[in-house]
């Protein structure tokens, strides 16, 4: 993912919704100097700092790639997730994502737009994730669900990588 196409998405989001990039930072939680070195492309964000970007503007996460051509990989503290497909419907936006998870670490995000749900089908290893306060369990051949418009965290259990699927629901608005 290009740091540079990232950040003038970031920047046009945010000024096609006539927000201040003050404004914006202050409620993504992240640094009034990180959002300007992401909007400039001089900063690769984190997974978790572009989550929280696209929560506060209420728009997918895809919606930062300008016109993928490659399958794109973002990288947070714990996982890799890599987007194989956006699909849509009459009232949802959809994100498919092959998902890694290292063990020893675990990954806090911020929430997401009001709605979003994550479903997660683990292939490998031994999860656990979902509301920071209340995560779920899930080992290969299980599932998991939970609306993500809180804060939430992913952790592999053991020693194993967990390898999973993850499907993002974004409802239109």
């Known amino acids: 993912m290009d740091p540079a196409v990232v950040g003038r998405r970031v920047r046009a989001l945010r000024e096609e919704q006539g927000i201040s990039l003050s404004t914006l930072a202050r409620l993504a939680?992240?640094?009034?100097?990180?959002?300007?070195?992401?909007e400039n492309g001089t900063r690769n964000p984190?997974?978790?700092?572009?989550w929280s970007v696209t929560a506060q503007l209420?728009?997918?996460?895809?919606?930062?790639?300008?016109?993928?051509?490659?399958?794109?990989?973002?990288?947070?503290?714990?996982?890799?997730a890599t987007l194989l497909e956006v699909f849509t419907d009459t009232d949802?936006?959809?994100e498919l994502y092959r998902m890694r998870v290292a063990p020893g670490v675990v990954q806090l995000s911020p929430a997401h737009a009001s709605g979003v749900t994550e479903h997660i089908t683990v292939f490998a290893g031994v999860l656990r994730a979902g509301p920071a306060d209340?995560?779920?369990?899930?080992?290969?051949?299980?599932?998991?669900?939970?609306?993500s418009?809180?804060?939430?965290?992913?952790?592999?259990?053991?020693?194993?990588?967990?390898?999973?699927?993850?499907l993002?629901?974004?409802p239109r608005r």
Do not use: I, M, Q
Not at 134 to 145: I, K, M, V
Not at 151 to 163: I, K, L, R
């Open 29 to 38: 939680g992240v640094g009034k100097a990180t959002l300007s070195g992401l």
């Open 46 to 50: 984190t997974l978790e700092t572009l």
């Open 58 to 80: 209420g728009v997918p996460f895809t919606a930062l790639l300008a016109e993928p051509t490659a399958e794109p990989t973002v990288h947070g503290t714990a996982v890799t």
């Open 92 to 94: 949802a936006t959809y």
């Open 134 to 147: 209340a995560p779920l369990t899930a080992s290969a051949g299980g599932h998991l669900r939970w609306v």
């Open 149 to 166: 418009d809180v804060s939430h965290s992913y952790a592999a259990v053991g020693d194993e990588e967990v390898a999973a699927s993850l």
């Open 168 to 170: 993002l629901r974004y």
